[in-house]
């Protein structure tokens, strides 16, 4: 196991909770990636870093997966990044809370393809009910969870060496 620290990566260019990460992510004293296509805000801080990549598709997907590593958490509705993250060792979350696990990924990824496949056809014409403060809640949970649990799993690591 690496003694890195943990690491949180924000799918950013329309993730809604933003402030929510960097709030968890300072109390952990946490490095946050804010990964984006295009400038935005960040508060400053040397533990919070903008990223700004080319614009196009998947590019900013392609930064957090080539540097997420074991243990790191990743903040996305994208839900082929968040099986790349799982792929590597990571912890995935959406802005609503949901986590992305290895028994739920593929479920999600089924689910999305469907969806795009009743789009195409004009059978769902809406997208997402709205975000809301339920949905603010529910991620801050999960988030603190997920880095409870990934620091408890490290120290009983480091306990066992």
């Known amino acids: 196991m690496s003694d890195k620290p943990i690491e949180v990566f924000i799918d950013a260019d329309a ?3 933003k402030d929510e990460v960097y709030k968890v ?9 804010v990964v984006s296509n295009a400038f935005m805000m960040i508060p400053q801080s040397p533990m919070i870093a903008r990223v ?3 614009a196009g598709p998947d590019v900013a997907d392609d930064w957090i997966a080539q540097h997420v590593a074991p243990g790191d958490v990743a903040v996305t509705n994208d839900i082929p990044l968040a099986e790349r993250v799982l792929n590597a060792g990571g912890h995935a979350v959406a802005p609503n809370g949901k986590p992305f696990t290895e028994n739920s990924i ?3 990824i089924a689910q999305r393809a469907l969806m795009e496949q009743l789009r195409s056809t004009g059978d769902i014409l809406g997208g997402p009910k709205p975000f ?11 988030l603190d969870e997920i880095i409870q649990k990934e620091r408890r799993k490290r120290a009983l690591q ?4």
């Open 132 to 142: 809301d403060r339920n949905d603010r809640s529910r991620f801050l949970q999960a």
């Open 52 to 54: 700004i990549v080319d």
């Open 106 to 108: 593929g479920a999600a």
């Open 15 to 17: 993730c809604p909770v």
């Open 25 to 33: 992510a300072a109390r952990y004293g946490l490095k946050t990636w």
């Open 158 to 161: 480091r306990r066992d060496r």
